[in-house]
């Protein structure tokens, strides 16, 4: 039995002080999208990623806009910059075809509509921005409040 | 009956093949199949071999004694990494280390001379006892299946730590939440460095769990209890 996660790593470029991140964990960006294979595997551009749709909201990623088969599926994850650890920025995953295509740093405003899953995380956008206490987001709709919360501003 | 590696009967494999299938085209589950897949997720949980099986149903070796001033417990990917590295150092054909493994064994050899604990459910995780000597175990002072314990569990599940499916996670917290020690009331410290279980206990105390408080030490009730949490960084 491995690690409880695996990492997608990238070289992300902060946009608060400019740092690139190293291509590893420090990044935090922990998943267990993988469920019961991870093991700790730094999981970059070119990695082989076989996603489990049915089982998504179960490995914390909450459903935002529906999949369309045989079309690149946007997973949004939370990053952190290990130089200013300035609040909490988001990427974008792209899987096709089985294998991750891109990870690039986004601006979750403009694009978590854009997205088909978004990780749990987005929970505090919402108690940041709406003001909800965490126990009252905990018996929330988070898909449809993220819609909401972010809709108009792309 | 005959079963599968996953002890799982040809029709009841059969049966999940239907409902995923369902589910991939987005047609709901019937009321019938929502109860049976409940029955086989319990069911699955509690199968030795699977990760959401219960380990402290199988006993271990390590001497398990209540907690003292000099107690550490240790998450399993802790003890992990250290296990990753030595693993490699003994045979040059096992996976090459990573960074992360490295780092990770390098903060347990930071707690030489402290008292190092593991929950059953890590002692299991890791594969047994041989491979999380010379720690030890802990003992709890209630029965896991006790109300106590279980609304304990039930925040633990209601904020996610560990993420949503982190069955095993939420019995590695439950347990050092319920952690015996020695003076009693001496709280428990507990060092991970699972984002899932990090940010779920920094939410429970109303916390965003953003910036330099991910890496900060902190306190957290639950029903009277309380840990202190140690995040690595």
Known sequence: MGYSYDFFVAALTCPHCGVVSKENYTTKMQTSIRDEDTDGVYMGVGFPLVLNLPEMEELNYIPILPVVEGETIRIGHSWVCVSCMWARRWAVVEVAENVIQKIEDIDIKKELIKLNYVHFDIVDELHAVLGISYDDLMDSDISALSKKLYSTES | ?233
Do not use: C
């Open chain 2, 1 to 233: 009956m005959r079963k599968n590696v996953a002890n799982l009967s040809n029709e009841e494999v059969d049966w999940l093949h239907r409902i995923m299938t369902n589910a991939q085209a987005g047609r709901p589950l019937s009321s019938a199949d929502k109860a049976r897949l409940d029955l086989m997720k319990e069911y699955v949980t509690r199968s030795p071999g699977s990760r959401l099986s219960h380990p402290y149903n199988q006993p271990h070796s390590l001497p398990r004694e209540p907690l003292n001033a000099h107690s550490e417990v240790i998450d399993t990917n802790i003890r992990y990494g250290r296990n990753k590295v030595d693993d490699y150092a003994a045979d040059s054909t096992a996976r090459v280390p990573s960074d992360h493994d490295r780092h990770l064994a390098d903060y347990h050899d930071q707690m030489a001379g402290r008292d190092v604990r593991l929950t059953d459910v890590s002692v299991g995780e890791l594969g047994g006892a041989h491979n999380a000597v010379p720690h030890k175990g802990l003992s709890i002072t209630v029965e896991r299946s006790s109300e106590e314990y279980q609304r304990v569990k039930r925040v633990l599940e209601r904020y996610r730590v560990g993420k949503n499916k982190g069955a095993a996670d939420r019995e590695i917290v439950g347990d050092v939440f319920f952690a015996a020690t020695n003076p009693s009331g001496l709280i428990p410290r507990f060092h991970t460095d699972d984002q899932d279980i990090v940010r779920g206990l920094l939410r429970i105390n109303g916390i965003k769990p953003t910036g330099p408080v991910l890496t900060q030490p902190f306190d957290v009730t639950i029903n009277g209890k309380t840990i202190h949490v140690v995040p690595i960084d």
